[in-house]
């Protein structure tokens, strides 16, 4: 089973910037995509971005043009830069990792935007 280990949240003013980390261990072979999603207090949790194995992109409409997704495959690590943060990015965020049949959740880091 993949294992996933985040980094990179904290606490920014609004318009400045972080980078998310994710990194994945065990059975990443099987790994067809991974992702971040994000929660905050009182909503549901949304799809923010995802990559796909063969490196196709996937973004929601509030995070396009500010957030990047990317890949390192040789550190089996996942990135989200996330720039022009506002008061309404704060949230905490989940990677995942797809596999056939299921999927992988990281424990979540926190990050929060003052205005």
């Known amino acids: 089973q993949v294992q996933l280990a985040e980094s990179g949240g904290g606490l920014v003013q609004a318009g400045g910037s972080l980078r998310l980390s994710c990194a994945a261990s065990g059975g990443i072979s099987g790994i067809n995509a991974m992702g971040w999603y994000r929660q905050a207090p009182g909503n549901q949790r949304e799809l923010v971005a995802f990559?796909?194995?063969?490196?196709?992109?996937n973004y929601a409409d509030f995070v396009k043009g500010r957030f990047t997704i990317s890949r390192d495959n040789v550190k089996n690590t996942v990135y989200l830069q996330m720039n022009s943060l506002k008061p309404e990015d704060t949230a905490v965020y989940y990677c995942?990792?797809?596999?056939?049949?299921?999927?992988?959740w990281g424990q979540g880091t926190q990050v929060t935007v003052s205005s």
């Open positions: 995942i990792a797809l596999v056939t049949g299921g999927g992988s």
């Open positions: 990559i796909t194995s063969g490196g196709t992109t």
